[in-house]
């Protein structure tokens, strides 16, 4: 398989083959939360006035997202698994809208097949790339605020290439590392309330989920996700 490795929204669009957009720190993380809380799908968008939107014409469903890692005002949740323990999404569609992570999922535009990556749900992204008829494989790293890389994110596309050789690096040898860079500081910052501790552990549980989300239904800045069972 023919594996190319991207950064940021710009060089999604680029993007063929099977395509991974991933956002550890916390897009896809907290999507894979939300599914598995009972959500019915999420509907990924771009803008923020787009959110607004759809929330006017959909009042029960509910609104997930941030700028600057702070969650938006007026909407129920921020971007944050924490923040989401214990929240009942039964049968809901949430809107989520981030800084990065929804940036590069709807870039990714010319991808024929897109699913979003995190270390939370890895093994079920490896296997399901494993199935895949696809012989290209882009895995696009969301970066920070889609304005630079981010540390997490290629650790997170390095492992997936990896194992996919069934060479994976040691998971806790990649803990370690995030766990003292600058990616990771405003975790472990008491000043930063909307990026508790609690969500850099939540966002490094590897494999705690055992499905995949896959892109559809694109539409102008907006695109919906849905949870796929991988055996």
């Given at each position: 398989?023919?594996?190319?490795?991207?950064?940021?929204?710009e060089?999604?669009?680029?993007?063929?083959?099977?395509?991974?957009?991933?956002?550890?720190?916390?897009?896809?993380?907290?999507?894979?939360?939300?599914?598995?809380?009972?959500?019915?799908?999420?509907?990924?968008v771009r803008e923020?006035?787009?959110?607004?939107?759809l929330?006017?014409e959909?009042?029960?469903?509910?609104?997930?997202?941030?700028?600057?890692?702070?969650?938006?005002?007026?909407f129920?949740?921020?971007?944050?698994?924490?923040?989401?323990?214990?929240?009942?999404?039964?049968g809901?569609?949430?809107?989520q809208?981030?800084?990065?992570?929804?940036?590069?999922?709807?870039?990714?535009?010319?991808?024929?097949?897109v699913?979003?990556?995190?270390?939370?749900?890895?093994?079920?992204?490896?296997r399901?790339i494993?199935?895949?008829?696809?012989?290209?494989?882009s895995?696009?790293?969301?970066?920070?605020?889609?304005?630079?890389?981010?540390?997490?994110d290629?650790?997170?596309a390095?492992?997936?290439?990896?194992?996919?050789a069934?060479?994976?690096r040691?998971?806790?040898?990649?803990?370690?590392?995030?766990?003292?860079?600058?990616?990771?500081?405003?975790?472990?910052?008491?000043?930063?309330?909307?990026?508790?501790?609690?969500?850099f552990?939540?966002c490094l549980r590897?494999?705690?989920?055992s499905f995949?989300?896959?892109?559809?239904?694109?539409?102008?800045?907006?695109?919906?996700?849905?949870?796929?069972?991988?055996?």
């Amino acid at each position: 398989m023919d594996i190319g490795i991207l950064h940021g929204s710009e060089e999604a669009q680029s993007a063929s083959g099977l395509t991974v957009v991933i956002d550890v720190f916390r897009a896809f993380s907290v999507a894979c939360h939300i599914l598995s809380q009972g959500a019915e799908r999420i509907i990924a968008v771009r803008e923020v006035e787009r959110a607004w939107q759809l929330k006017r014409e959909h009042p029960d469903h509910i609104l997930i997202g941030e700028r600057h890692a702070k969650k938006l005002p007026g909407f129920e949740y921020g971007n944050s698994p924490t923040e989401l323990q214990g929240a009942d999404l039964s049968g809901k569609t949430v809107i989520q809208t981030t800084h990065a992570g929804t940036q590069s999922l709807l870039a990714a535009h010319k991808a024929p097949e897109v699913i979003t990556g995190s270390f939370v749900n890895a093994g079920a992204i490896i296997r399901y790339i494993r199935k895949s008829p696809f012989n290209e494989l882009s895995l696009v790293c969301a970066g920070f605020r889609d304005e630079g890389e981010a540390l997490e994110d290629t650790l997170c596309a390095h492992y997936i290439r990896d194992s996919l050789a069934g060479q994976p690096r040691p998971f806790d040898e990649i803990v370690e590392q995030l766990r003292l860079s600058g990616s990771a500081a405003r975790f472990f910052d008491p000043r930063e309330d909307a990026s508790p501790e609690s969500d850099f552990w939540l966002c490094l549980r590897l494999d705690r989920f055992s499905f995949v989300i896959r892109r559809t239904a694109i539409q102008a800045g907006s695109c919906v996700l849905e949870k796929v069972a991988v055996d």
